[in-house]
């Protein structure tokens, strides 16, 4: 046995100290100093406990020169320079023990797995077993780790066989525990529950394992009725188990079971444990109870980045997204370091929000934290950009990703469909193939509605087509109804009907897109035949009933349009009113169809009025197609005038001069003909970008064109 040459460190062991330490080694006397005696033992358990790696140098020293190299201090000189943190050290002391007790080899492993080495510590178990040493409960419970830890299904069930040779599967509970672990993390819960009921004294680290196994594979049921179990028997469960047994309750959304379980807890005295508290406010979110959560997060004395993230997501989870944005500066105000889940859910909030400045000022926080180039928020920041309009950023943020998988990619084709960008959309489509990726069910779906929102008829044929013999893809009625939008917008009406009768199950979402078709094209006879298969599924579609009353005034078929409003009277159905959003200066300002409400009324209409001459010397025509009542014509002119994307614009461009600035306008239904005209030519007689998003897409209007290319 050398010495092993380890640095002496003043600073943390005073050098007198050391002197003397070193003096009253020299006193002991040789003859005495064996492997029972004391001194050696007890002085090599105080250096473990104080961690000085400088006094077992001594030690080491000492014995080197009185010729000690006895098995059972060796031992305890390997786990001293473990617990001091020299892992190199230790493993020199090892591999030069002529003789080593398996107590010194489960030390090394057990290390090895503790410091994210697992491959080391398998390596260390092979050599063990082939110098003929036989592992006990212990080596079995670290090295059974290491082999989830490196996905090393065939060489843990090997090992698992050897424990059941030596009898440890069924005797120890430290060794069933670890089984159920390892089978758990594989995912093969069926192979981990065998294991459990075989163990003859089980405990709550074993039930435990088993109920976190079920909840990460998904199997919440079976995760509860564990859980069950575990109490019958009379385990109480610890704070891991409540941590695991409330996050499959809010998977399932079962808020009573998850509230008895948050007094168990309670009882128990593990409400105020980090672990028990953050699976409770994520199961109140995932259940819906938001106001619950609140109330779990107010106990935190000092959240961690764990709780703010679970609270943030919640919050965007369940629509609250003004509430998660001023958490998430709460967080900030906290100097908590948000992690990429926290940002990617922040920008998800801007997204739905479509609050693009303070997108902007988030992304900004995200390259401050250097996680510009990860996936995760890099996906959410082309979801942001691309729901505000802003394709070009959205493309940079895209490009500069390191890590391509589907998830930027699809997020990516679907800002290039949302804007009209048909052909980008399509040529990152085929790229796919270059980066390796395989298409999935959404990644159609998006390509499909940049064909769409783009007229690209053929091209979506094609991809269906392909799709519809490829077995990896699973169709849905949403992939349908985007073909029979596609066709049907098109004038291709029959095709686009017998694209319905062909599913299996059409569902209302599917004869409703057909009867917008008919609408588009002024297709009476079939939207009545339509209308019929439509209120079959479902009698009280409010849709439905405005899409044809809306059908008969845009034919002037006013009696009809008077029976339908009467008959939805009767129904008790209302007409969502049409409203456009713009904002100003960080402040939203609504509008809806002659609206007169706001205090800037009279200069409203008065840009609007500028705005009207201007581009009638420019050709606009009012198209009183677009006016849905039995009108004059200078009645329904009047009537179009006042539609509210016209009075956003009139308001935006009379409260922003500044001609570089882009005006964003929201409306909740589709824009009509006229309003999209309209705002074509108003683009090019104020040289300004107008950028409005309807319930179906972005239209980007720049000199006197729009991006749709007339086709929505």
Known sequence: MQAIPCNSNRNTVGFAKFLNFARAFETLSPPTLSDGHPSYASLIQRCRETKSITELAIIQTHMLKRGLSHLGLGSKLVDGFLKCGRMNC???????????????????????????????????????????????????????????????L?????????????????????????????YAKFGTMQEARLVADRVLEKDVVLFTALIVGYSQCGENGE???????????????????????????????????????????????????????????????????VDDSLKVFKHFVNPNQVTWTSLVVGLVQNGREE?????????????????????????CACSSLAMLEQGKQIHAMVLKFGLGTDKYTGTALIDL???????????????????????????????????????????????????GLAQNDQT????????????????????????????SINLTNEHYACMVDLLGRAGRLREAEMLVTRVENPDVVLWRTLLSACRIHWEVDMAKRVTNMVLELAPRDDGAHVLLSNLFASTGDWNRVIEMKSLMREMRLRKNP???????????????????????????????????????????????????????????????????????VAFA???????????????????????????KLVSRAVGREIIARDAKRFHHFRDGMCSCGDYW
């Open 154 to 182: 065939v060489e843990g069930r090997r090992a698992h066989g050897l424990s059941v040779v030596l009898g440890f599967e069924v005797s120890s509970v430290f060794v069933g525990s670890a089984l159920v672990d390892m």
């Open 385 to 435: 950009y691309g729901k505000c309009g802003v394709v070009d950023m959205a493309r940079s943020v895209f490009d500069g990703l390191l890590e391509l998988d589907l998830a930027p990619v699809n997020t990516m084709i679907y800002s290039f469909a949302q804007n009209g960008f048909g052909h980008e959309a399509l040529a990152l489509y085929e790229r796919m193939k270059e980066l």
């Open 90 to 152: 230790a493993r020199k002391l090892f591999d030069e023990m002529p003789h080593r007790h398996v107590v010194t080899w489960n030390s090394l492993i057990a290390a090895y797995v503790k410091h994210r080495l697992s491959e080391e510590g398998v390596r260390l178990y092979d050599r063990m077993i082939l110098e003929g040493v036989m592992p006990d409960d212990f080596t079995f419970s670290s090295v059974f780790k290491a082999f989830a830890d490196l996905g090393l």
């Open 578 to 648: 049409a409203m456009s959003w713009v904002d100003i200066d960080r402040e939203v300002h609504t509008f809806m169809a002659g609206d007169r409400s706001h205090p800037n009324s009279n200069e409203i209409y008065g840009m609007l009025e500028e705005l009207i001459e201007k581009i009638k010397g420019l050709g606009y025509v009012p198209d009183t197609r677009f006016v849905l009542q039995d009108l004059g014509d200078k009645e329904k002119e009047r009537s179009l005038y006042c539609h509210s994307e016209k009075l956003a």
């Open 323 to 347: 509430i998660a944005l001023s958490k998430f500066r709460g967080m900030i105000r906290s100097s908590v370091i948000p992690n990429s889940f926290t940002f990617s859910s922040v920008l």
């Open 653 to 679: 461009l009379w409260k922003s001069s500044n001609r570089a600035t882009t005006i964003r306008i929201l409306k909740n239904l589709r824009v009509c003909g006229d309003c999209h005209n309209w705002m």
């Open 223 to 289: 995760a509860m009725v564990v859980f069950r179990e575990m109490i019958s028997k009379g385990i109480k469960p610890n704070e891991y188990t409540f941590a695991s047994i409330l996050i499959s309750c809010g998977n399932l959304e079962d808020s009573l079971t998850g509230k008895f379980i948050h007094c168990v807890t309670i009882k128990s005295g593990f409400e105020s444990a980090v672990a028990s508290q953050t699976s409770l406010l994520t199961m109140y979110s995932k259940c819906g109870l």
């Open 444 to 471: 159609l779906l998006s390509v499909l509605l940049a064909c769409r929102n783009a007229g690209l008829v053929d091209e979506g044929l094609v991809i269906f087509a392909s799709a519809s013999s490829n077995p």
